[in-house]
């Protein structure tokens, strides 16, 4: 996961979730998302659509 972009682990938390992929690999990118900061970012992109 560290060597994903940030733009590229946050396109893949949202393919994840539009593929409805397994809960435990989705919980993987979220906490990976909250290691770099970036949790705020996908709750404004999902709060506005």
């Known amino acids: ?3 994903l972009s940030d733009e590229l ?3 893949s938390y949202y393919k994840a979730k ?3 992929l397994s809960t435990e690999f989705i919980q993987l990118i979220e906490s ?3 290691r770099r900061s970036l949790a705020k970012h ?3 992109k999902v709060m506005n659509g």
């Open 1 to 3: 996961m560290r060597k």
């Open 9 to 11: 682990l946050i396109e």
């Open 18 to 20: 539009q593929l409805h």
């Open 32 to 34: 990976e998302l909250q």
């Open 42 to 44: 996908i709750q404004v």
